[in-house]
Nanobody
Framework: QVQLVQSGGGLVQAGGSLRLSCAASGRTFSSYSMGWFRQAPGKERETVACISGSSSITYYADLVKGRFTISRDNAKNTLYLQMSSLKPEKTAVYYC??????????????WGQGTQGSVSS
């Protein structure tokens, strides 16, 4: 089992930056992939970025490449998402999730509680 507690988020102006954090407990943090996902109002949840247990592999959705950075600190059992150049249309609830193996893009059985990221125009 993995428990995830998110922090960060809030309201930021368009073009601004925001950092999300996700603290994990349970299994050895470096042994599993982590990801950030988001769900905008009325939309399906989508993948934002993923990172392998050792940070050697990362994946970004095309829409966030060059603007968002996923990282993890295995010594602190914490995942981060640095978001820059935020756009109003991407206001959403952001979720962190823990994967079932060292690297996966689509098998995430453990989820954080979600945090709102709102971007004002």
């Amino acid at each position: 089992q993995v428990q995830l507690v998110q922090s960060g988020g809030g309201l930021v102006q368009a073009g601004g930056s925001l950092r999300l954090s996700c603290a994990a407990s349970g299994r050895t943090f470096s042994s599993y992939s982590m990801g950030w996902f988001r769900q905008a109002p009325g939309k399906e949840r989508e993948t934002v970025a993923c990172i392998s247990g050792s940070s050697s592999i990362t994946y970004y959705a095309d829409l966030v490449k060059g603007r968002f950075t996923i990282s993890r600190d295995n010594a602190k059992n914490t995942l981060y998402l640095q978001m820059s150049s935020l756009k109003p249309e991407k206001t959403a609830v952001y979720y962190c999730a823990a994967g079932s193996s060292d690297w996966t893009r689509d098998d995430y059985p453990y989820w954080g509680q979600g945090t709102q990221g709102s971007v004002s125009s």
